[in-house]
């Protein structure tokens, strides 16, 4: 890629950055080596900020294949000589990054690997204004669980997921009622399930919980609107 201007590189330990400057580097010193930590373990910049090895306060963080306790003696002293920045993502960025990756790339994508990809769409670091910018896309361990919690959030926050609750009489028939009005909105029911402890409600009444995907906000909107038109007593869940 002889036009690449920029490398964006998770850190962890900082080997691979590490390696990834010297190499580059040595045969292109104009091209910019950033690293990426996740801001929950990021032990990196501070530092580099003081010339030696300062430990972590947490390594509680989905890019978990980044979390170290404390940078190396050897690895932080090329990262110091070699790497342009070592900048720091947030978790939701780097959740982010990740449904981007599964949905527009097509490529599955473990948090500690998608942290520069992160850096890039939150802003931490800006594409060259020149040249190609490469962000590694070091690791696909990501464990399923995870990853479909993490796309479902990304549903919700986008307006095309919509868990909510109501209630209805606990009679034969008004259930079937409910689910006839939502479908009318267009809105696609994925999940229903009676709740019948822990809410306040009559003997004669049971909650109602709702997993629903919509076209959008405005659709989710819509859908809670026609809900509370037929007197059903609505709320969201997160």
Known sequence: MPDRAKIVVPVGGGGLCSGVAIAVKSARPDVEVI???????????????????????????????IAIKRPGELTLGLLAEWADDV????????????VVLMERCKLVVEGAGAVGVAALLGGQIRAADTGTTVAVLSGGNVDPGLLAAVARRHETEAGRRLVL?????????????????????????????HVREGLDLHVRETAIELVLETRGPDHADRVMA?????????????
Do not use: F
């Open 226 to 238: 026609m809900l509370r038109d037929e007197g059903y007593p609505t709320q969201t869940l997160h």
């Open 87 to 98: 900048v720091v993502v947030e978790e939701d960025a780097t959740a982010e990054a990740m």
């Open 35 to 65: 690293g990426v930590q996740a801001a929950a373990c990021a032990p990196y910049p501070e530092s580099l900020r003081r010339g030696e090895p300062v430990p972590a306060s947490s390594v509680l963080t989905i890019a978990d294949g």
């Open 165 to 193: 609750l109501t209630r209805v009489p606990d009679r034969p028939g008004n259930l079937a009622r409910l689910l006839d009005c939502v479908a009318s909105t267009g809105a696609n029911i994925v999940d229903v399930a």
